[in-house]
């Protein structure tokens, strides 16, 4: 379909479609699933994800003990400071390390585009829903845009 960026905006456009629809086309014909089926599989890495970040803000530690607690800290400081880089970006941030805070207590994650750095596309998200309130399948397209 698409070898790179460039090429993916240009079908998105020549289509008139969103980036997102593209993916979800593509899921459909690569895997041959339903729309329904491609569509519920992102809704569950979303499930996923937000409950990482939950449970990575309640505040879990790595079972060597050597990494956990940085996500509350972050979002504690934030209750009592502004950052200098605004609370948007620090509440995408302590959401990121939320979700590394579980994949390192052997959580479940939703490992977006590795294990490594699964925080980011959920910190992102889940910060900017706190702000401009998406709906559900706006989430979802986010993800599969991402």
Sequence with gaps: ??????????????????????????????????????????????????????????????HSGLTGGDAVLIQNYMKNHTPLSGNLLMDAVSKAVATNEVNAAMGTICATPTAGSAGCVPGTLFAVKNQLNPTREQMVRYLFTS
Excluded: C, P, Y
Aim: charge should be negative; proline fraction near 0%.
């Design 1 to 62: 379909m698409f070898r790179n960026v460039a090429e993916l905006v240009e079908l998105a456009e020549s289509q008139n479609i969103q980036i997102s629809e593209v993916m979800i086309r593509q899921e459909m014909e690569v895997k041959e699933l339903t729309r329904e089926q491609v569509v519920g599989q992102m809704e569950k890495n979303l499930d996923v994800m937000e409950k990482a970040i939950e449970d990575g803000l309640k505040g879990v530690k790595s």
